[in-house]
């Protein structure tokens, strides 16, 4: 166990590592950049521009640039905001919340509704209930999240004027009921793709297991079909159901970049775009070693919390 | 044996509708099973043994496209015609069954002991510490050493011979009266098989239940049964006690199937390979005209025994057979 858990650590720094070269690379390669960004729209004079490249050591070459900001982040130090001099580990930090906020509300429903749609599914398999869910999740997984969410800040905003229609609160409000008010829509509209593929992959697992031998032996022990479900098939169905929470994950903190855009929800994945539009190269840095990280913490959770409850595995 | 039959099957129908037809499964199969006795079934695969089974067991699909007529008669009760919350209480209680793959027909998530313990609590008035007892007793019953630290293991710490061991023990939980054994040791290794044997044996001598064995095995057949029940192509052909089944069989298949064991005392003597039955089980979707088994049969009578089908019908007190010919085939 001690063995695993040390070799999947060691595996994921030097994933941590090419990860962060790929992506220091491939953004300092991107065309413009911050100096040209300082350029535009201010009357800076080119000695101006030189001083700030040598502050911001931009005219250095490429894998000194990479070294240098290696060692600091080793130190603890992930820079600056090029934007306003944030410290990034507090820009994301400050970030964070909001996305925690609405990632955990719509996984949370995802996984509870998509859970019993798919578990009833595979039990009334070719139902009518079936053929709903199985078209629904088929629409709501082809249908791009931007317009679901357009179309629901189209109903329930502007036609029923039920809810806002974006920001995380209401500036001078903030009350609990003001949060929910503005939750709703965003964790709706991204529920509503997690849900289909939470059912789908829920779907599939309990077909599998309740044709498996141990459920007739179960059945043909006297056990009430309803416990069969619950008691005998219902855990061996969950078991892949926790690599799939793994995976999601890093969704989960890594934000909804197009949901958190739609409905201007002031989270990771708003950051991320701003920032990459921006060229804030720490910001941007700091972030993609944070949800790389998270990714693999998220399947090393999973494979941990797969042993715990599959008595089948022993890591090794 | 004396009383009125545990078990009393008559005119037992499986049919399955396919997209390529309908599929008679068992056709008209009446068998009746005393107390205490065990029957084998024998027969090829194919012929209809399992789906018997789990016919009376009511634990094929519950859909429209699985149709089982007849009546079998537990104790007076037809489990075919009760509702389901009266059959779900005789499952497991008063009838049980052991199936043929101990790998996989235990919940991989969940202790042994608790499996067993749940049988029991099902269908006896006993808490969950009381259960946990019987569970450790039950698979001290049927020879798992160290019972009772073995309570915790998941099935994947057994072996095949213990995990059906196990089985036994939950299909025993209640004292059935009749219990059901699909080929419990054909997945197992041959010295694994016999302490099943043994074990089914003695239990059986222990509880005084009736036991339905079905096997394809002849070896073991002659080790266990009481009578023999031979099936073919869904249908009784013969039916027998033990020991005129073996030395004098009445129908040509059963005749060819005991022919087909290799024999020890025979081994270096015998001229030629071991015979065999030519052919396949038919498909049953297109069965054969006449007996089914003709195609097969070495005695068979173009005109005849591709055009009439043969009944069932008493050769003696004991027996009957479905043959046009057994008379003429047996002087």
């Known amino acids: 166990m001690s063995g695993f858990l040390a070799r999947r650590l060691g595996q994921s720094l030097v994933l941590l590592v090419l990860v962060s070269m790929v992506g220091f690379a491939i953004l300092h390669l991107a065309p413009g950049g911050p100096m040209s960004q300082f350029a535009s729209g201010s009357d800076m004079t080119q000695e101006d521009l030189d001083r700030i490249a040598e502050q911001l050591g931009l005219n250095r070459p490429l894998p000194v640039q990479y070294a240098e900001w290696f060692w600091r982040m080793l130190q603890g130090d992930w820079g600056r905001s090029y934007r306003d001099g944030e410290a990034v580990l507090n820009v994301i930090g400050s970030h964070l919340g909001a996305t925690l906020q609405l990632m955990l509300t719509a996984t949370l429903l995802a996984i509870i509704i998509g859970v019993v749609i798919g578990t009833l599914g595979a ?55 003001d949060l929910l008010r503005h939750l709703i829509l965003p964790a709706m509209v991204l529920a509503l793709v997690e849900t289909a593929i939470w059912s789908r992959f829920m779907r599939s697992s309990m077909l599998d ?47 909804a970049l197009v949901t958190e855009t739609v409905f201007t929800w002031p989270g990771m994945g708003r950051l991320f775009l701003d920032s990459i539009s921006y060229r804030d190269y720490p910001v941007v840095m700091g972030i993609l070693m944070f949800s ?25 | 044996m004396s009383g009125a039959p545990i078990l009393d099957v008559r005119n037992l129908s499986v049919r399955f509708r396919t997209e390529g037809g309908d599929v008679p499964a068992v056709s008209d199969l009446s068998f009746t099973l005393d107390r205490g006795e065990t029957l084998a079934v024998v027969g090829e695969s194919g012929s209809g043994k399992s789906v018997t089974s789990l016919a009376l067991m009511r634990l094929l699909p519950k859909d429209s496209a699985v149709t089982v007529t007849g009546q079998a008669l537990l104790e007076g009760r037809d489990l075919l015609a009760i509702p389901e919350p009266e059959m779900r209480k005789l499952r497991g209680g008063a009838i049980s069954m052991v199936f043929q793959e101990p790998m996989t027909s235990l919940n991989p998530t969940t202790p042994v002991g608790a499996q067993v313990a749940e049988a029991v609590q099902l269908h006896r008035d006993l808490d969950r510490r009381a259960a946990r007892e019987e569970a450790a007793r039950l698979l001290d019953l049927v020879g798992i050493p160290a019972a009772r630290q073995r ?52 239990l059986q001598e222990r509880t005084g239940m009736a036991v339905v064995f079905i096997t394809h095995n002849l070896g073991v057949v002659a080790e266990i049964a009481d009578r023999v029940l031979v099936m073919y192509g869904g249908r009784a052909v013969e039916q027998a006690p033990l020991r005129p089944l073996f030395s004098r069989p009445l129908m040509p298949y059963t005749a060819g199937l005991l022919r087909s064991v290799p024999r020890m005392e025979l081994a270096g003597r015998r001229a030629g390979p071991l015979p065999a039955i030519p052919g396949n089980v038919p498909d049953p979707r297109h069965m054969p005209p006449g007996c089914v088994f003709h195609p097969r049969c070495a005695h068979h009578q173009p005109g005849r025994c591709d055009a009439a089908a043969p009944v069932l019908e008493a050769a003696d007190e004991a027996r009957e057979v479905r043959c046009l010919r057994w008379r003429e085939l047996a002087a």
């Not at chain 1, 709903?132 to 502007?158: D, E, Q």
């Open chain 2, 151 to 202: 309570m915790d293991d998941y099935p994947h710490h057994l072996s095949g011979g213990m995990r059906q061991r196990v089985m036994i023990a939950m299909a025993l939980s209640c004292d059935p009266g009749v219990l059901i054994a699909d080929e419990p040791t054909t997945a197992l290794d041959v010295t694994i098989q016999a302490q099943i044997l043994d074990l089914l044996k003695r």
């Open chain 1, 209 to 255: 297991v309740v044709n498996q031998d141990y459920i007739r032996t179960a059945r043909a022990k006297g056990v009430p079909e309803a416990r069969i479900l619950l008691r005998h098939a219902f855990r061996n169905a969950a078991l892949p159901m926790i690599t799939v929470l793994g995976l999601q994950l890093p969704t989960l903190l890594g934000g």
């Open chain 1, 123 to 177: 039990i009334r398999r070719h139902s009518i209930f079936d053929t709903l869910a199985t078209v629904g999740a088929m629409i709501a997984l082809s249908i791009p999240t931007f317009w679901f969410g357009l179309v629901a800040i189209y109903v329930f905003s502007v036609w029923l004027d039920w809810l806002p229609s974006g920001n995380r609160f209401t500036p001078g409000d903030g009350s609990p009921l």
């Open chain 1, 292 to 316: 790389a990280t998270l990714v693999l913490l998220g399947s090393l959770l999973a494979d941990l919390l797969h042993a715990v409850a599959d008595p089948r595995i022993r890591l090794g």
